[in-house]
Nanobody
Framework: EVQLVESGGGLMQPGGSLRLSCAAS????????MRWVRQAPGQGLEWVSM????????DYAESVKGRFTISRDNAKNTLYLQMNMLKTEDSAVYYC?????????RGQGTQVTVSS
């Protein structure tokens, strides 16, 4: 059974930093690209960042470029998102996700709230 479990969210002041983690199990993590998406209250899902299976290529939404860094540890089956210079508009539930064949999997999400 594919499982993705996010952690690391919380309440942070604008300008602060958080690091999210996503523990993966139930599939061969090192073979699959991974991504982070987020959903703000009343909004649809927004793609945030992706990383290829080997970690050699990454991409970011313009809204987070230069502030967020995606990474992975294939030995630990874990995906990360380092979030710096947080803004109030970064407040959302953050999910890690992957697509295996025709099926997309997401975790339960972790809440990030940026507020003074």
């Amino acid at each position: 059974e594919v499982q993705l479990v996010e952690s690391g969210g919380g309440l942070m002041q604008p300008g602060g930093s958080l690091r999210l983690s996503c523990a993966a199990s139930g599939f061969t993590f090192r073979l699959y690209d991974m991504r982070w998406v987020r959903q703000a209250p009343g909004q649809g899902l927004e793609w945030v960042s992706m990383i290829t299976n080997g970690g050699g290529n990454t991409d970011y939404a313009e809204s987070v470029k230069g502030r967020f860094t995606i990474s992975r540890d294939n030995a630990k089956n874990t995906l990360y998102l380092q979030m710096n210079m947080l803004k109030t508009e970064d407040s959302a539930v953050y999910y890690c996700a992957t697509t295996l064949g025709r099926t997309t999997y997401r975790g339960q999400g972790t809440q990030v709230t940026v507020s003074s």
